[in-house]
């Protein structure tokens, strides 16, 4: 049996929010709407205009974040690394740093967090390769330190940020900020940015697939 409380008049329009109610739905996501119009989308063209040439030149891409940005890490992780195979083809080189939990509180525990990820590039990126940082505010000390490495050895950086793009934002040859000091929100249109550029590769790759059966016919 039902436990939920009956709704009266379920059916009619809802009063405007008093300031002190708690926002609905539909506010936060119009909200996520307006931020959407605005982003960068010629910087977000760019960005998978460059892991498509380190595909194509067989770069490895190495991806990190904290929070709510690791998970994206290795989201998109999975993306290049799985979501991009496609009749065999030569595979995405691409790994998330967020996933090897022993190494990372190894570094964390015997050296200090701010290492985690710095400490994993130096012996695997090199000239050409892509970092790619997740951070909403642009501020994170390890995200910033794996930056700089990574700037170090040659390799092309990529920075994934919100707010005015913070610390990070020199840091990166290419920079998506999203235009928002809200971080859901920002969370919210990483993961859409993500998923556009996934797609964008995707494509590619697809045409590529395409013209080799055309040749091979």
């Known amino acids: 049996m039902s436990t939920l409380p009956k709704l ?34 010629a910087m977000i063209d760019r960005v998978a205009d460059a892991l498509w040439h380190a595909y194509l030149e067989g770069r490895a891409v190495y991806v990190f974040g904290n929070g709510g940005s690791a998970a994206l890490a290795s989201h998109c992780a999975c993306d290049l690394g799985k979501g991009t195979v496609i009749n065999g ?5 691409v790994l998330a740093l967020t996933d090897n939990v022993p190494l990372m509180t190894a570094w964390a525990n015997d050296a200090c967090y701010d290492d985690v990820f710095a400490e ?3 012996p695997l ?29 040659g390799a092309f950086t990529i920075g994934l940020t919100g707010f005015q793009g913070g610390k990070m934002k020199p840091l990166c040859d290419l920079c998506v900020i999203v235009p928002s000091d809200n971080m859901q929100v920002i969370e919210d249109l990483h993961v859409s940015i993500n998923h556009s550029i996934f797609i964008s590769l995707l494509s590619r790759m697809r045409a590529i697939a395409k013209d080799l059966i055309r040749q091979q016919a």
Request: aromatic residues 6%; proline residues 7%.
């Open 8 to 41: 009266e008049n379920a059916s009619a329009t809802p009063s405007p929010l008093a300031p002190h109610e708690i926002s609905r739905s539909e506010t936060y996501f119009l909200g996520v709407g307006s931020v959407l119009r605005s982003l960068p989308f």
């Open 89 to 93: 083809n030569r595979r995405f080189r």
């Open 120 to 122: 994993q590039l130096i």
């Open 125 to 153: 990126i090199d000239k050409g390769d892509i970092a790619l940082a997740i951070s909403g505010s642009g501020n994170s000390p390890n995200v910033l330190k794996a930056l700089q490495v990574a700037r170090e050895a």
